[in-house]
């Protein structure tokens, strides 16, 4: 009976997804393998060009790149070699065992997790910071770090039990936001609200429920105030131990039928109009 290797094959043959350095990589689909190796993967053109931007301005390594022999393809492995950046080219199934999409676009860089603590994240002072509070849903996660990004934000913190910001959809919906600006993660909400005041932020929380609105709080000038928007789970909102904490909290006023917003969008109203407060 014959024996199929699982060893990387010779160079010049592409990586089946039986390679070692495939099945290495493979972890990173997992959170546990993410934790593990320091590492994520990004997948397609906008997330692996924005991981090599940043890996150029020494701002993040990235360890691999893997790429089928699509044309496509050809610049950004020119690029990744250009920077240092090992790339190995891979068969379509091995490109698709890394993947956690249904159409699977065969570019992967495996990247660094910036390992960015509070302190860190908050070290510039910045006016306008984004707290995800037990956010379950990696999509949502991740395109709020696109709001943030797009609103200029300084830095987004997940606390709690919250989704991993480097869950692969996460870093999707982030569309190569996640390599712009500071995220940092902690479990103890309290250190993460504390260190926002400690670094001069208002802390301001959305609810759906809460007293004032965006309307009244932009009039009376609260908003452009240096802030920081608490947002809680899809399911369930701020605790109240969270909201007792906090400064304020404010809802999105709604003006026509619509019983409610959903959390990204939510986030993309109230940062949006924290930064147009803050800039006029």
């Known amino acids: 009976m014959s024996v199929e290797h699982t060893s990387d094959p010779r160079p010049g043959n592409p990586l089946t997804e039986r390679s070692s350095r495939v099945a290495v990589a493979r972890k990173l689909t997992r959170r546990a393998g993410r934790d593990k190796a320091g590492a994520f993967l990004a997948e397609g053109a906008q997330a692996v060009g924005e991981a090599l931007s940043a890996h150029e301005a020494d701002e993040l390594r990235v360890r691999d790149v893997f790429v089928t022999d699509a044309p496509r ?30 159409t699977p676009q065969g570019l992967v860089a495996v990247c660094d997790q910036p390992g960015t603590d509070l302190a860190t994240a908050l070290a510039q002072r910045p006016r306008l910071v984004a707290v995800l509070v037990g956010i379950a849903d990696p999509g949502n996660a991740g395109t709020v770090v696109r709001v943030s990004d797009a609103a200029g934000a300084g830095a987004v913190l997940f606390a709690g039990d919250a989704v991993d910001a480097y869950n692969g959809k996460a870093v999707r919906a982030s569309t190569g936001s996640l390599f712009h600006l500071p995220v940092a993660r902690n479990r103890d909400v309290a250190a993460v609200l504390a260190a926002c005041r400690e670094a001069g932020l208002r802390l301001v929380g959305a609810d759906g429920h809460a007293t004032g609105d965006l309307d009244t709080a932009d009039a009376s000038g609260e908003l452009a105030e240096p802030t920081a928007w608490v947002f809680g789970s899809e399911a369930h909102g701020l605790s109240e131990e969270v909201t007792a ?11 026509g039928r619509a019983e409610s917003l959903n959390l990204a969008t939510a986030a993309a109203v109230c940062l949006y109009a924290s930064a147009r407060a803050q800039r006029r």
């Open 73 to 102: 393809h050809a610049e950004f492995a020119d690029r990744a070699r250009a920077a240092g950046v090992p790339v190995h080219e891979v068969t379509e199934r091995a490109a698709a065992s890394l993947s956690e999409t249904v």
């Open 245 to 255: 904490q906090l400064d304020t909290t404010l809802r999105v006023p709604l003006h």
